[in-house]
């Protein structure tokens, strides 16, 4: 089983949709958590850490659910901009290691 | 600030040769610095974990005498891939982290086609 798994998508969406998706992770022990956004043939960045009361940035509101193991991302008034790929990031506590998933794609549309 | 760089941005090689990619860590010094791969649609999977002035740490299935890492100082990692082939053909990111911190910057990436 991989260590963190995604909904690969796409998912495609009107301009000003509200699109949300998930994230499961296996190991109990993951402590940090963040999503990450990677365009097309570039690096990944850093869009937000993950909290366990939830965390709110602009648009961007991230939700974690330790006893169910999962995160979750929704996206509120979609921007064309917002069309990436989206990774769930995972850390276990003390390594220094992430666990990435392999991404959900969004595509935003006019 | 926490800016890290890579170089080449993207490379073409004949199979059979090596070829050197440079990550830097451009405003602070990196303790650690992370070499990944990411093959189309996949996640990046993390190759090798070099600490400054010690061995890399490979990841299980990594050939540590194909991909050398060298962290020669704290602001300077390379990864040679020796005897390219095609199949090493892929996208190439390193990522740096300060002292004390889990957050990691990541370079911009490295293109690498093998012919």
């Known amino acids: 089983r991989k260590e963190v798994e995604q909904d690969p998508g796409p998912f495609n969406v009107p301009e000003g949709a509200t699109v949300a998706f998930n994230c499961t992770y296996s190991n109990s022990a993951s402590q940090s958590f963040f999503w990450y956004r990677q365009d097309c043939r570039k690096e990944p960045k850093l869009l937000m850490s993950?909290?366990?009361s939830g965390n709110e940035d602009g648009r961007f509101t991230a939700q974690l659910n330790r006893a169910s193991q999962y995160i979750s991302l929704l996206i509120r008034d979609s921007k064309l901009s917002d069309s990436a790929t989206y990774l769930c990031?995972?850390?276990?506590?003390?390594?220094?290691?992430?666990?990435f998933g392999a991404g959900t794609t969004v595509t935003v549309r006019a | 600030g926490a800016v890290v760089s890579q170089h080449p941005s993207w490379v073409i090689c004949k199979s059979g040769t090596s070829v050197k990619i440079e990550c830097r860590s451009l405003d602070f010094q990196a303790t650690t610095m992370f070499w990944y791969r990411q093959f189309p649609k996949q996640s990046l999977m993390l190759m090798a974990t070099s600490n400054e002035g010690s061995k890399a740490t490979y990841e299980q299935g990594v050939e540590k005498d194909k991909f050398l890492i060298n962290h020669a100082s704290l602001t300077l990692s390379t990864l040679t891939v020796t005897s390219a082939h095609p199949e090493d053909s892929s996208f190439y990111i390193c990522s740096a982290t300060l002292r004390g911190s889990y957050e990691q910057y990541f370079g911009p990436g490295t293109r690498l086609t093998v012919t």
């Open positions: 993950v909290y366990s």
């Open positions: 990031v995972v850390n276990i506590f003390g390594d220094y290691k992430l666990s």
